[in-house]
Structure formats: C-alpha cells, structure tokens
C-alpha cells in the first residue's frame, strides 16, 4: 500500500474514493511515507521477544489504524458519499484495530517474571 501511494497516488485516491484528487499528491505521497516507515518498525518488531518492544509496536499499530479510520471518515463525511471501497477500508481498519488491541491487551495480561 505505501508503495502505491509513493509511486501513484493520484491512482490510489480514485480507489479508495471513487472520484478523482482535486488537490496536489504530497498529502498522499506523505502517506506512502509514513505507511512505510511504521512497517519498517512493525516488520523489526516481529523478530524481538522482549515483552515491551512487542507492547510498544502492537499500540503504534493501534493508534495507526485509529488514525486513519478518523482521517477517512472525516474525509468521507465531508465528500458526503460512501463508496463501496471506502467501506470495505473502514471496516477493515475497525478489524485490525481490534485485532491489535486484543493482542495487546493479551500480553499485558501476563505475569512479570521474578528476577
């Protein structure tokens, strides 16, 4: 996703909303940026096993994913359409950002180990 939107934003956003940008493309390049570098972080994330580096990536994943579902249902509210797979995006944000919390709210649920 954050490759399509460095490489064709103006593609990107007649997908999602169904009609075509009005404004200049940084926004959505900036988005392309941002997507790209929270994955650097999650995808280093995977391959650590201490408890608060995990606790820490799952809840910036979170307030990613809420973040954009706000930022998307501004933009759809203002726009005063709902497109099909505008829908499709909001929802599944609220998965994922429930995925996430369960997640997390699961590891912090666990004993710390006596040292």
């Known amino acids: 996703m954050s490759l399509l939107a460095l490489v064709f934003p103006n593609q990107l956003y007649e997908v999602v909303f169904e009609e075509e940008i009005s404004n200049g493309t940084v926004s959505i390049r900036l988005y392309g940026g941002a997507l790209l570098s929270l994955s650097l972080i999650f995808w280093n994330g995977v391959y650590t096993q201490e ?8 809840l910036s994943e979170a307030c990613y994913f809420a973040v954009q579902f706000l930022v998307t249902s501004v933009t759809l509210v203002e726009m005063g359409s709902l497109p099909n797979a505008a829908l499709l995006l909001l929802l599944s944000r609220l998965l994922f ?19």
Not at 51 to 58: A, F, M, S, V
Not at 101 to 108: D, K, P, Q, V
């Open 97 to 115: 950002l429930g995925v996430t919390l369960l997640y997390y709210y699961h590891l912090g649920r666990g004993r710390p180990k006596k040292i």
């Open 51 to 58: 408890k608060i580096i995990i606790q820490w990536t799952l």
